[in-house]
């Protein structure tokens, strides 16, 4: 009996220690499908620090993701997202919609950068995306999206530059912490925060701190 008692319990840890690897590697094969996809639909090289699928709860947490710049821009980090947190309605995606309880996004940086003949990077960005969501439209699978309960959002600085002029480069600290959006159904809702943000842009602009039109910028990447 003692001896049974000690083989079961050598094949549960076994067995547990099996669950263990195939979350991690569930974890792993998620991070490099999402980190190759990016970069093949902006051309933009991506790095995730990590990403946990929760497997108990219905959520997604991502860390340190950041986005590059291509050469042409400088190759400096557009995008750096020290977190993301999604909590997902489970019945909903079962039924085929995408609708997520609580996103929760910490915002680092955002580097817009001009290149040296006038190009802006997010206007770059934006014709790539256009494209993808292009091609993402004649697929029959597409999921519906159908909300967003609570966005909070926390954005810390804006850097601007332009690689005819290095020395002009400024950061803008926009000093957003936990800026809390409800009840978003559509792009349309998202006007809330291009107010919010193209706001801050313009009290940094009207204090001469910006060589570019914030308000014009942030609007063009909101949008």
Known sequence: MKRLFKWALYLFLFVVVLLVAAVLLLNTIV??????????????????GKIDIGLATPTIAIENFKIYNSPQFGGSPFLDIPEIFVEYDRDA????????KLVRVDLAEIDIVQDKDGRLNILSIKE??????????GQSSKMEFTGIDTLNLT???????????????????FGLTNQVFTNIQSEKDLDGLAVVMAGR????ASSGKSPMDLQKLLLQLLH
């Open 31 to 48: 991070k490099e499908f999402v980190q190759r996809r990016l970069r093949s639909e902006t051309g933009m090289d991506v790095r995730i």
């Open 93 to 100: 995606i079962r039924a085929g919609k995408l609708h997520l």
């Open 128 to 137: 790539k995306s256009d494209t993808a969501k292009a091609a993402l439209a």
């Open 155 to 173: 954005f810390q600085r804006l850097r601007v530059s332009n690689l005819a002029a290095p020395a002009e480069a400024e950061e803008v600290d």
């Open 201 to 204: 842009a313009g009290a940094a």
